[in-house]
């Protein structure tokens, strides 16, 4: 079974852009989450889809979006980036319940210059 | 504010050892709890659940819950090299579809 892929692996971005991840969940889950990770926070939830509809956003600015689409695969935005942006950004997907566990792709790792 | 202590480390331990890894948590909602095994540059890799009181093996690992105190552990018996890594435990907050992670626990094994 493939396991949750992202794309890309790397970016490089200047202050002001924006930018879009993509996290594509292992066949058959349908919950897709979002995750920063930097080394002074840890890793904090962004966000969690299911079924296309987002059930849970943890506290980030509203420059922080998201959608996931019919096939279950998600989509980050960021827009107006920030230095405090750079981070490595986590995709996990789950079959969806409350007991279920979190299955991590490998990330993508956002630097914004 | 709801939260995930864990010491930071790091935890030495020699090869062979136990090691023991600690973790505290705020929600008293909260009922499924996570530990997650993440190596340098690699991303979280989930070892073990658990959900309800007492002790849940599975190998060298062993999770232990303690709800009314609030705390869930993690031994790792026969430590070796390659456990060396970064110890995250997770908690699922009240509403259900999120993991509140501390920020983890350095563990290092020397041979």
């Known amino acids: 079974k493939a396991g949750v892929t992202q794309t890309p692996r790397y970016l490089i971005k200047t202050r002001g852009q924006q930018v879009t991840l993509s996290c594509s969940p292992i066949?058959?889950?349908?919950?897709v989450s979002w995750y920063q990770q930097t080394p002074g926070q840890g890793l904090q939830f962004l966000f969690e889809y299911f079924s296309e509809t987002q059930r849970n956003k943890g506290n980030f600015p509203g420059r922080f979006s998201g959608r996931q689409f019919s096939n279950s695969r998600s989509e980050m935005n960021v827009s107006t980036l920030e230095l405090g942006d750079s981070a490595l950004y986590l995709c996990?997907?789950?079959?969806?319940?409350?007991?279920?566990?979190?299955?991590f792709g490998s990330g993508t790792q956002l630097s914004v210059l | 504010q709801k939260e995930v202590e864990q010491n930071s480390g790091p935890l030495s331990v020699p090869e062979g050892a136990i090691a023991s890894l600690n973790c505290t948590y705020s929600?008293?909602?909260?009922?499924?709890f996570f530990w997650y095994r993440q190596y340098s540059g690699k991303s979280p890799e989930l070892i073990m659940s658990i959900y309800s009181n007492g002790d849940k093996e599975d190998g060298r690992f062993t999770a232990q819950l303690n709800k009314a105190s609030q705390y869930v552990s993690l031994l790792i018996r026969d430590s070796q090299p390659s456990d060396s890594a970064t110890y995250l435990c997770?908690?699922?907050?009240?509403?259900?579809?999120?993991?509140?992670f501390g920020k983890g626990t350095s563990l290092l094994v020397t041979p």
């Open positions: 996990a997907s789950s079959a969806g319940t409350t007991k279920e566990k979190l299955f």
């Open positions: 929600d008293r909602g909260s009922q499924s």
């Open positions: 066949s058959g889950h349908r919950s």
């Open positions: 997770a908690v699922n907050e009240d509403s259900g579809y999120a993991l509140n």
